[in-house]
């Protein structure tokens, strides 16, 4: 056997020192494992920035153990395996993204094939900067929920409008339908359809998906029921809370969405940035990591523009970027308050398709009164102006995209 570099870290219960004391011996004198013990998390981290594991071995009920924690080991190269002195101990694991838990009694044949399992899964992963940043290649189980990212670049060009726009035509169309605010610079959607600002019901969500605490009951009880089957996840309203979208938790969140609803659309924040001035700190949490990381998990991104000079050329600076950021994004471009006196709608396709090369699937016009109306009512344009030509747009893009009703 190759000798192997694990480090063990178990919490402070009977229990866990017990099974810590347990593999300990199992591995003693045994050339091929060299094991450190870690007294906590700090340790841990600490110990594996060395480079001096290939693994970690950890205990669910060790103190501040969390998806972040296991992030940042995956972020060096160390794959975990679980060690849990109970049923609840492996679900947490579980829960805690940890596949691989060692059988009770620990010995050093198990030990071998759950590190075994563990380096061969990380190293087929994606790195850390591809995987907190969202860019990474995903496999998405058939049968699931779908997914629509709903991004587009600086200048206010009418995502939010959009999001919640397709949401609630989705909804009208009989599709369960999840609405979530991703926003990281200060989301919107609670004002929009109605919901408490206060809730931000996705930071709670993400806050428990790190603490490995997050299940379908719970995801429920943080969703507003806006106009069944319209459901919201309202996002953080504040510029500065945006370390509480972390991009592993937001991967969770989006995975039990799959789950929850037949589709579930994410209006995101405009920057994909990530951060060069802290490049050198592949550990440092990255404020667009909750953007990218829906941009990736998304199985359809709804590109918003805005229909005047300065929109488009934004709009085909911003189409370049994502495909260098998330190369493999499938993409459905949508021009927004189109109007004959900015760029009329013939001029707004022949410029996206000789600047960009691509085609619109929807040039959706200026309907400022409608939406003002809607706003103010925190409704929807479904249930405040249903005639309005700009509801009318949005009832045919959803159509195109989704489908017009479940079978």
Do not use: K
Not at 10 to 22: H, I, M, P, Y
Not at 59 to 66: A, E, Q, T
Not at 332 to 337: F, I
């Amino acid at each position: 056997m190759t000798s192997r570099r694990v480090l063990l870290a178990v919490g402070d219960g009977d229990a866990d020192r017990s099974l810590g004391e347990q593999l300990l011996a199992a591995v003693a004198g045994d050339e091929g494992w060299r094991l450190h013990r870690c007294e906590d998390v700090e340790d841990l981290l600490v110990t594996a920035a060395t480079g001096v594991a290939d693994a970690a071995v950890v205990s669910p009920y060790l103190v501040r153990l969390d998806r972040e924690a296991l992030a940042r080991l995956a972020a060096l190269g160390v794959a975990t395996v679980g060690l849990a002195p109970d049923e609840p101990g492996e679900q947490r694991l579980r829960l805690l993204g940890v596949e691989d838990v060692l059988p009770r009694p620990p010995d050093a044949s198990g030990l071998e094939r759950a590190v075994a399992r563990a380096l061969a899964r990380s190293r087929s992963a994606v790195g850390f900067a591809h995987a907190a940043a969202g860019t990474g290649p995903r496999r998405r189980p058939a049968g699931r929920g779908r997914v629509v990212a709903v991004w587009g670049p600086t200048g206010a060009p009418g995502r939010s409008t959009v999001a919640v726009g397709l949401a609630a035509e989705l909804a009208a169309l009989g599709w369960p339908t999840l609405l979530v605010d991703a926003d990281v610079y200060g989301g919107s959607l609670a004002t929009a359809v109605g919901a408490p600002v206060e809730a931000a019901g996705l930071a709670a969500a993400c806050r428990a998906a790190n603490l490995g605490a997050l299940d379908l009951s719970t995801l429920d009880g943080l969703v507003v029921e806006v106009d069944p089957p319209l459901a919201v996840l309202t996002g953080i309203d504040r510029a500065d809370r945006w370390p509480e979208l972390r991009p592993a938790a937001v991967e969770v969140v989006l995975e039990l969405a799959r789950t929850r609803a037949a589709v579930t659309v994410v209006d995101c924040g405009f920057a994909l940035e990530q951060d060069e001035e802290l490049s050198y700190d592949t550990l440092a949490p990255r404020r667009n990591g909750a953007t990218l990381a829906v941009l990736a998990d998304a199985d359809l991104v709804v590109v918003v523009g805005s229909a005047d000079a300065v929109g488009l050329r934004r709009l085909v600076t911003a189409l370049a970027d994502l495909r260098e950021v998330v190369p493999e994004a499938r993409t459905a471009v949508v021009c927004n308050r189109v109007r004959a006196t900015a760029v009329p709608e013939q001029e707004v396709r022949s410029t996206l398709r000789r600047l960009a090369a691509v085609e619109p699937v929807a040039c959706l016009p200026w309907d400022g009164e409608a939406v003002d109306r809607a706003l103010a009512r925190g409704r929807p344009l479904t249930q405040v102006a249903p005639d309005a030509p700009l509801r009318r747009a949005l009832q045919q893009l959803a159509t195109d995209l989704v489908g017009s009703r479940q079978g």
